[in-house]
């Protein structure tokens, strides 16, 4: 069992900032697993196609969607199996559903996702 969930999303003013976090749980996602796993933020606004916003490997390499770079920040805390989205400078585009999700075991998880609503 896997278990992933986001909070920290909010109504924001352009030009804000926010932190989103994810905490992974669950008899399967252990510390070990957790360590090993790549840890994903999307996002999804209505209407639109889901948009890959940051990625984490388990080396704590990093890749960010084009529209994001330079605003957004993915880091990760193995010992407390939590993710983060530090996300500065939010515009009103930035609008949307925000999801923690990751592959486990060949399995797809994802949490129940934090509105994020930037306002002009």
């Known amino acids: 069992q896997v278990q992933l969930v986001e909070s920290g999303g909010g109504l924001v003013q352009a030009g804000g900032s926010l932190r989103l976090s994810c905490a992974a749980s669950g008899s399967i996602f252990t510390g070990s697993v957790f360590r090993g796993a790549v840890m994903n933020w999307y996002r999804q606004a209505p209407g639109k196609q889901r948009e890959l916003v940051a990625g984490?490997?388990?080396?704590?390499?990093?890749n960010y969607g084009d529209s994001v770079k330079g605003r957004f920040t993915i880091s990760r805390d193995n010992a407390k199996k939590m993710v983060y989205l530090q996300m500065n400078s939010l515009k009103p585009e930035d609008t949307a559903v925000y999801y923690c999700?990751?592959?486990?075991?060949?399995?797809?998880?994802r949490g129940q996702g934090t509105q994020v609503t930037v306002s002009s």
């Open positions: 984490i490997s388990s080396g704590g390499s990093t």
């Open positions: 999700n990751s592959v486990v075991y060949g399995n797809y998880y």
